[in-house]
């Protein structure tokens, strides 16, 4: 069956720009995670979603971040006026149900470049 | 704050050869542990999911082992091919606060040689 997907694969955008994400997780699969990977470091863990309910926003990076998911499926990742340091590709994944028993599934990623 | 540390950070063998690559992590209070591969410019694939009370999970040449007391994991790699070389991830999973975290090592790049 189809996997994760991500779009666009690649982004290009200047610095002060808005930019959306868009993660399509797999069907059926009612919890979805947004992570960042910047050049040189780990994963960080950004936010998930239990069905529509995003309950813990802290790992959103700034204020300027902020996610959405509707109809308990697609999710868009939004960055407002984004700086230089969002450059980084940003991973969705979903897993079948919010429990963590439950193996995570990635997505390709979007590459974000901030000029 | 969970802390996951993978050491070698890079590690080259010649093809045929068996080895470990390590995770170890600072808060023992998980719930469980994931092995993932990473392909240059590609996401993440799953390779083994080790719940908490587990202390091993096998799939084909593969073998991850916790011990969720010392805070360590091990991937073991048997007969390495060329087809393995990839960035190797392990990822925590536990609750903090109610809420659900996830932490991830900067991974070993591993390459094996024809």
């Known amino acids: 069956g189809a996997g994760v997907s991500q779009s666009p694969s690649n982004k290009v955008t200047e610095k002060g720009k808005d930019v959306e994400l868009r993660c399509d997780p797999i069907?059926?699969?009612?919890?979805l995670y947004w992570y960042r990977q910047s050049l040189g470091q780990g994963l960080e863990f950004l936010i998930y979603?239990?069905?529509?309910?995003?309950?813990?926003k802290s790992g959103l990076p700034s204020d300027r971040f902020s996610a959405e998911r509707t109809g308990g499926s697609v999710s868009t990742l939004t960055i407002q006026r984004t700086q230089q340091e969002d450059s980084a590709v940003y991973l969705c994944?979903?897993?079948?149900?919010?429990?963590?028993?439950?193996?995570?599934?990635f997505g390709p990623g979007t590459r974000l470049t901030v000029t | 704050k969970q802390e996951v540390t993978q050491i070698p950070a890079a590690l080259s063998v010649p093809e045929g050869e068996n080895l470990v690559l390590n995770c170890s992590f600072t808060d023992s209070a998980i719930y469980n542990l994931q092995w993932f591969r990473q392909d240059p410019g590609k996401g993440l694939t799953s390779l083994l999911l080790i719940q908490s009370s587990q202390r091993e999970q096998t799939s084909g040449r593969l073998n991850a082992s916790l011990d969720k007391s010392s805070g360590r994991s091990t991937l073991y790699i048997a007969a390495s091919q060329p087809g393995d070389s990839a960035t190797y991830l392990c990822a925590v999973r536990l609750t903090s606060g109610g809420y659900q975290k996830v932490t991830f090592g900067i991974g070993t790049k591993l390459q094996v040689i024809p």
């Open positions: 994944a979903s897993s079948l149900a919010f429990s963590l028993s439950y193996e995570q599934y």
């Open positions: 979603f239990q069905g529509n309910s995003a309950p813990d």
């Open positions: 069907s059926g699969h009612t919890a």
